[in-house]
Structures are given as C-alpha cells and as structure tokens.
Nanobody, 124 residues
C-alpha cells in the first residue's frame, strides 16, 4: 500500500531553518516517474502549493523563492524541503504530495497521494 510520511517539523525562531522529509513507500510511489510537491495549510486558511519537483524542473510559490529548496533522493525514496530564513507567516502544517508523472507544472492539477502532515511553527 502506498504511503507518504512526513517528518522534520517543529518550533523554530524567525530566521532559523528546518529540513522536512517525506518518505515514500509502496507501489507506484517507489517509481521514479512521479511528480512531487509540498503544500502547506496555515490555521484558518486553505491548503496551498509551496514547492514542486517534476521532470520539467523545480517550481516555487513566490513567497518562498530564494528561501526554500525542494529536492529528491531517488535511492532512498525521499523528498526534502529545506526551509531557510523562516518567517512567522511560514507557520503551517506541511504536506507531501505525489502523483503519476504529468505534463503539468507542479503547482497545477491534482495530486493523488498525500501524507498526514508535519507541523512547522515559526515564533520567538
């Protein structure tokens, strides 16, 4: 059975860094022909796209450009989100998502597989 499991969240001060991990297991998720993305949902708000990685390249939401880096380790079936210079407005639950490879840019379209989320709180 396919599963995505996020980890690495926590409490960090403004200006600090965190590295999120998404471990993929089972079936199609262990294939290299997948689109991957991170989304986040702040309290009282909708879930929104943060960063994605597909065969087309990397895509970032404007507010995280230059601060966040998405990457994937094929050999370990993990997707990472390195978050630097964190701000209070980055506080949210962060979700890893995946879908079979598409021709779409990663911020467009639906994702079929989701993790349970990991909490990130940026506060002094």
């Amino acid at each position: 059975q396919e599963k995505l499991a996020e980890s690495g969240g926590g409490l960090v001060q403004p200006g600090g860094s965190l590295r999120l991990f998404c471990l993929a297991s089972g079936g199609i998720l262990e294939s290299t022909t997948m689109d991957w993305a991170w989304f986040r949902q702040a309290p009282g708000k909708d879930r929104v796209f943060v960063a994605g990685i597909t065969w087309r390249g990397l895509t970032y939401e404007d507010s995280v450009k230059g601060r966040f880096i998405i990457s994937r380790s094929n050999s370990h079936n993990t997707v990472h989100l390195q978050m630097n210079n964190l701000k209070p407005e980055d506080t949210a639950v962060y979700y890893c998502a995946a879908r079979p490879r598409t021709s779409l840019s990663s911020e467009i379209g639906n994702y079929d597989y989701w993790g349970q989320g990991t909490h990130v709180t940026v506060s002094s």
